[in-house]
């Protein structure tokens, strides 16, 4: 998992929930990611609908993402942040 080096932010405009949702639309737009994720988490179908709103939860979306630094790399680029900006993002959600 990537860490936010010292002294480093997210780009200001970088809002974490927002980004978050995103990094869902993400994991989802993919089935093997998706069922990646959802092995993982046991997390999948209307339970994760029914959490989108839950900053523990985008968290933890974030945390599936930066724990591959592939998906982290490509997701970043998407989001056009650096994997360490995202890292940041991250840190801000509980």
């Known amino acids: 998992m990537l860490i936010p080096k010292k002294g480093t932010t997210a780009k200001p405009a970088a809002d974490p929930e927002a980004v978050a949702l995103r990094a869902v639309a993400f994991v989802v737009s993919d089935e093997d990611m998706l069922a990646r994720f959802v092995a993982l988490t046991g997390c999948g179908g209307d339970e994760l609908r029914a959490r989108l709103a839950d900053p523990a939860f985008l968290g933890g979306v974030l945390d599936f993402v930066l724990g591959d630094e592939g998906l982290a ?17 991250r840190a801000k959600l509980p």
């Open 73 to 89: 790399t490509a997701f970043a680029a998407g989001e056009e942040l650096t994997p360490e900006d995202l890292a940041a993002v």
